[in-house]
């Protein structure tokens, strides 16, 4: 079993949305950190949003925030991150990682799912 396996990825016009969805195995799910982050075309990783499995404590990056959610279903092991109002600067791969805002470079994370945002 993969320990953090990402889905939910498309292609989408600007303005739309896309629900991704992690599924981790082999952590203790209840007392968790989890982010979000995402590497466009040609760039490194950005980290977008963190979740705190324990009090559902929530931060994002400004660039996302009031449009990107993420959220957690603890009884799935499951973390969440709803996009809506997709620009085309949005695009890339973005990964679930085991990891906080502060923690999140040295943390595992998955293969990443694939966004395309275009008209």
């Given amino acids: 079993e993969v320990p953090l396996a990402e889905s939910g990825g498309g292609s ?7 629900r991704l ?9 209840d007392s968790l950190f989890m982010s979000w982050v995402r590497q466009a075309p040609g760039k490194g990783l950005d980290w977008v949003a963190s979740v705190s499995s324990y009090n559902r404590d929530t931060r994002y990056a400004q660039s996302v925030e009031g449009r990107f959610t993420i959220s957690t279903e603890n009884t799935k092991n ?9 620009k085309v600067e949005n ?7 085991q990891g906080s805002s502060d ?9 990443g799912t694939q966004i395309t945002v275009s008209s």
């Fill in 21 to 29: 969805s992690c599924v981790m195995r082999g952590f203790n799910f």
């Fill in 103 to 111: 923690t999140w470079e040295d943390s595992p994370r998955g293969q």
């Fill in 12 to 18: 989408v016009q600007p303005g739309g949305s896309l």
């Fill in 91 to 97: 695009p890339g791969v973005y990964y679930c990682d």
């Fill in 78 to 86: 499951t973390v969440y991150l709803d996009l809506k109002s997709l």
